[in-house]
T-cell receptor, first 115, second 110 residues
Framework: EAGVTQFPSHSVIEKGQTVTLRCDPI?????LYWYRRVMGKEIKFLLH????????ESGMPNNRFLAERTGGTYSTLKVQPAELEDSGVYFC?????????????FGPGTRLTVL | DAKTTQPPSMDCAEGRAANLPCNHS???????VYWYRQIHSQGPQYIIH???NNETNEMASLIITEDRKSSTLILPHATLRDTAVYYC???????????FGTGTRLQVFP
């Protein structure tokens, strides 16, 4: 069974540009989560999808971040325009819908560098 | 903020048991204790979780005190590949998000 995949693995952009990160969850997992770790900080929750609906977006830092999950399969996280402080590693995780305590399985992350 | 407290770092000799402590004195009755680890720059990896009973799987054992205010993750025979940052996480009641703290950096040496 394939795990959570993320694309790209690395992205280097200039301040003010737009970047879109993609996450493909484990097949059949209805829950999809985005987290990120910025330099020197702890891993922080961004938002949670249940299928195509946003269940909890309390961790989204500001309106420069837009997450979508059309069709309830893969998800994208767009940063527009990117700022220096957005640099970090963005993780995606997924879990089944069966139980709220189900394990979240993480992808390898996308390392974003904003210059 | 994280609801757990862990030592920042620990060392363990290869082949010996690694015992990683975690304090979660404000845990609620319906909150689970989860352990994840992050090896180098990979994504966090699930290890084990429990509510109040001790748990064991192929990776580790989880010992939770009777008052549930602390727990210990045990890697019975640590290997060099177990070198990682280990996170003890209390699952937020009513939501699914994981709140990561600073974790414990475990260094396994030969």
């Amino acid at each position: 069974e394939a795990g959570v995949t993320q694309f790209p693995s690395h992205s280097v952009i200039e301040k003010g540009q737009t970047v879109t990160l993609r996450c493909d969850p484990i097949s059949g997992h209805d829950n999809l989560y985005w987290y990120r770790r910025v330099m020197g900080k702890e891993i922080k929750f961004l938002l949670h999808f249940v299928k195509e609906s946003k269940q909890d977006e309390s961790g989204m830092p500001n309106n420069r971040f837009l997450a979508e999950r059309t069709g309830g399969t893969y998800s994208t996280l767009k940063v527009q325009p990117a700022e220096l402080e957005d640099s970090g590693v963005y993780f995606c995780a997924s879990s089944p819908l069966a139980s709220p305590t189900d394990t979240q399985y993480f992808g390898p992350g996308t390392r974003l560098t904003v210059l | 903020d994280a609801k757990t407290t862990q030592p920042p770092s620990m060392d363990c000799a290869e082949g010996r048991a690694a015992n990683l402590p975690c304090n979660h004195s404000t845990i609620s009755g319906n909150e689970y204790v989860y352990w994840y680890r992050q090896i180098h720059s990979q994504g966090p990896q699930y290890i084990i979780h429990g509510l109040k009973n001790n748990e064991t799987n192929e990776m580790a054992s989880l010992i939770i005190t009777e008052d549930r205010k602390s727990s210990t993750l045990i890697l019975p025979h640590a290997t060099l590949r177990d070198t990682a940052v280990y996170y003890c996480i209390v699952r937020v009641g009513g939501t699914d998000k994981l709140i990561f703290g600073t974790g414990t950096r475990l260094q396994v040496f030969p």
